[in-house]
Nanobody, 128 residues
Framework: VQLVESGGGLVQAGGSLRLSCATS????????IGWFHQAPGKKREWVACASASGRNVMPLYAASVKGRFYASRDSAKNTAYLRMNSLKPEDTGVYYCATDVRGFCYAESWRDTNYDQWGQGTQVTVSS
């Protein structure tokens, strides 16, 4: 099982980035994909969750990013995406994707213990 995040970088406040989470080694369409953010010196926090294709469950978002971030996935490419708009300096940190074998996002999707496989993370820096 492998998850590889990419797409991070340095962006000015108000800008946008799209993170990718390329996966392999498991059946992509069976798993929900969660996104987490770890700001410098802080614990990792949940950002978003995209359910497996066919589950007919809308993505879920943390209140801090709702309306700015959008989670999606491409089954043909076994890749999940996190589109981040209107970025703020407080969005700075490392972003991780992770798998949830349940396959769907729900009220407890914010718990990192629900996720079993993790990527190595990609750094996002938002300058003011």
């Amino acid at each position: 099982v492998q998850l590889v995040e990419s797409g991070g970088g340095l962006v000015q406040a108000g800008g946008s980035l799209r993170l990718s989470c390329a996966t392999s080694g498991f059946t992509f369409d069976d798993y929900a994909i969660g996104w987490f953010h770890q700001a410098p010196g802080k614990k990792r926090e949940w950002v978003a969750c995209a359910s497996a294709s066919g589950r007919n469950v809308m993505p879920l978002y943390a209140a801090s990013v709702k309306g700015r971030f959008y989670a999606s996935r491409d089954s043909a490419k076994n890749t999940a995406y996190l589109r981040m708009n209107s970025l703020k300096p407080e969005d700075t940190g490392v972003y991780y994707c992770a798998t949830d074998v349940r396959g769907f996002c729900y009220a407890e999707s914010w718990r990192d213990t629900n996720y079993d496989q993790w990527g190595q993370g990609t750094q996002v820096t938002v300058s003011s």
